[in-house]
């Protein structure tokens, strides 16, 4: 069974940086996109950053480009994402989410395999 565990949410002021991980299990890591995907309240799930199965190339939404950062550790089969200079606007849920092929793909429908979110909360 495919399983994503998210962790690394929490409270930080504007300006601040959180490092989110994702576990993943039940399927060969390496071989798939896996994607960063937000809801803010009230509105419609974003994505946000992918990293593509193979070679690792890594793609971004343009509010977070520069700003965060995707990676995934093969050997502990984990996703991160670091966040830095983190502004109220990216409060949200944060999903880590798997695609069922090595593309990036934006659109969210064609996630096989979601964790359960982990919020983050940007406020002075």
């Known amino acids: 069974e495919e399983q994503l565990v998210e962790s690394g949410g929490g409270s930080v002021q504007p300006g601040g940086s959180l490092r989110l991980s994702c576990a993943a299990s039940?399927?060969?890591?390496?071989?798939?996109?896996m994607n960063w995907v937000r809801q803010a309240p009230g509105k419609v799930p974003e994505w946000v950053s992918g990293?593509?199965?193979?070679?690792?190339?890594?793609n971004y939404a343009d509010s977070v480009k520069g700003r965060f950062t995707i990676s995934r550790d093969m050997a502990k089969n984990t996703l991160y994402l670091q966040m830095n200079s983190l502004k109220p606007e990216d409060t949200a849920v944060y999903y880590c989410?798997?695609?069922?092929?090595?593309?990036?793909?934006?659109?969210?429908?064609?996630?096989?395999?979601w964790g359960q979110g982990v919020l983050v909360t940007v406020s002075s």
């Open positions: 989410t798997k695609a069922p092929w090595r593309e990036v793909t934006k659109e969210l429908f064609e996630y096989d395999s």
């Open positions: 039940g399927f060969t890591f390496g071989d798939y996109a």
């Open positions: 990293i593509s199965g193979g070679d690792g190339s890594t």
